[in-house]
């Protein structure tokens, strides 16, 4: 509401962006048929979805933490903007007993890493490339704050 420039948005945009599971020293092989989320950018604030599956490790280094890159914007680089969530849905992927998959966006980067916690305090660890199978897939959804 109101007219105030200060109430006034001028930066909207929606588009889609290709995710690419990876390791540090490489990239995973996608599934073309699931490697395009949406994204809805509106000021500094990013919202994305998505549906990724893998079809082989590819570059990946299997012992190297699971990450997905490839977010529209990257994520805006300071302590404030972190962000995470649980993953709702996902298939092939590897977990300790009772362990709950978990994101959290990387500030400074254009990447999601994936975590897992458990039931005590100490089981909170990341996923490894290793974690999700050759033809495991992540379903996930996350707002974050951008760089511009």
Same mark, same amino acid.
């Given at each position: 509401?109101?007219?105030a420039?200060?109430?006034a948005l001028?930066?909207?945009?929606?588009?889609?962006?290709?995710?690419?599971?990876?390791?540090?020293?490489?990239?995973?092989t996608?599934?073309?048929s &699931?490697?395009?989320?949406?994204?809805?950018?509106a000021?500094r604030?990013?919202?994305i979805c998505?549906?990724?599956?893998?079809?082989? *490790?590819?570059?990946? *280094?299997?012992?190297?933490?699971?990450r997905i890159?490839?977010?529209p914007?990257?994520?805006?680089?300071? *302590?404030?903007?972190?962000?995470?969530?649980a993953?709702g849905? &996902?298939t092939?992927?590897a977990?300790?007993?009772?362990?709950?998959p978990a &994101?959290?966006?990387r500030p400074g980067?254009?990447?999601?890493?994936?975590?897992?916690?458990?039931?005590?305090?100490?089981?909170?660890?990341g996923?490894?490339?290793? *974690?999700?199978?050759?033809?495991?897939?992540?379903m996930?959804?996350a707002?974050y704050y951008?760089?511009?």
């Amino acid at each position: 509401g109101g007219t105030a420039d200060a109430n006034a948005l001028d930066d909207y945009e929606e588009g889609t962006w290709t995710g690419t599971f990876k390791s540090s020293d490489g990239n995973m092989t996608m599934n073309s048929s &699931y490697q395009t989320g949406r994204y809805v950018k509106a000021g500094r604030l990013v919202f994305i979805c998505g549906y990724f599956a893998a079809s082989a *490790n590819g570059s990946a *280094n299997t012992s190297q933490g699971l990450r997905i890159h490839g977010l529209p914007f990257d994520v805006a680089a300071n *302590n404030t903007s972190y962000s995470s969530g649980a993953l709702g849905y &996902y298939t092939g992927l590897a977990l300790s007993s009772g362990g709950v998959p978990a &994101y959290y966006v990387r500030p400074g980067e254009d990447g999601i890493s994936f975590t897992q916690s458990g039931i005590g305090t100490a089981d909170i660890s990341g996923l490894t490339v290793a *974690n999700l199978s050759t033809d495991g897939a992540i379903m996930l959804s996350a707002t974050y704050y951008s760089t511009a």
